[in-house]
């Protein structure tokens, strides 16, 4: 029992010891992965027209505004208040359809995708539009509609929405002329 125990911490050991060996190696290979990943998509950003820059950035940020937090309430323990932040019900679709568009129309863009954006954009703003007029099933339902609060997030969410919708129509409206002119 003794040997097998010192065995087993004598093998432990010398595990940790080829792991940390392996350390400088591995922050190498990642150094090295992370700058031709950087570099591939710098070179493809450049690639782009402006309102394609402008459009990616919008598309990203109703990504980071869907994954955040829209809402806010406090709950009152015996002798303390705890504060507690919502996402809405329904943010799986926010967050899906912010995904698929960041990554459709970030990286492709092809006939089938301009249509899937604006239909899933209009889908988010008429979900958003039927939360606003009834919080209590679209965002949340078990807590008292008025004491929550409705956090910034929420709002730069429906602004970051609003400008990828129109950054969107200026891309493709755009994308259109320079592929016309250019047969």
């Known amino acids: 029992m003794t040997v097998s125990l010192f065995h087993l911490i004598q093998e432990t050991f010398l595990f940790c010891k080829e792991t940390i060996k392996l350390i400088p190696d591995l922050i190498k290979v990642w150094w090295y992965l992370g700058q031709k990943i950087f570099l591939s998509l710098y070179r493809y950003w450049n690639t782009k027209l402006l309102y394609d820059k402008i459009f990616f950035v919008f598309l990203f940020l109703q990504l980071l505004f869907s994954v955040l937090p829209w809402f806010h309430y406090e709950i009152s323990f015996f002798e303390g208040k705890e504060s507690v932040s919502l ?91 320079v592929f016309l002119q250019n047969p």
């Open 87 to 177: 996402s809405p019900k329904l943010n799986s679709i926010f967050i899906l359809i912010s995904l698929l568009n960041f990554f459709f129309l970030g990286f492709w863009k092809s006939t089938w995708t301009r249509i899937w954006f604006f239909a899933t954009e209009m889908i988010c703003l008429i979900i958003v539009l039927w939360g606003y007029l009834d919080p209590k099933r679209t965002y949340y339902d078990f807590v008292n509609a008025k004491e929550v609060e409705t956090q910034i997030t929420y709002y730069l969410f429906l602004i970051s929405l609003g400008f990828s919708f129109v950054f969107g129509y200026l891309s493709f409206k755009k994308e259109d002329e």
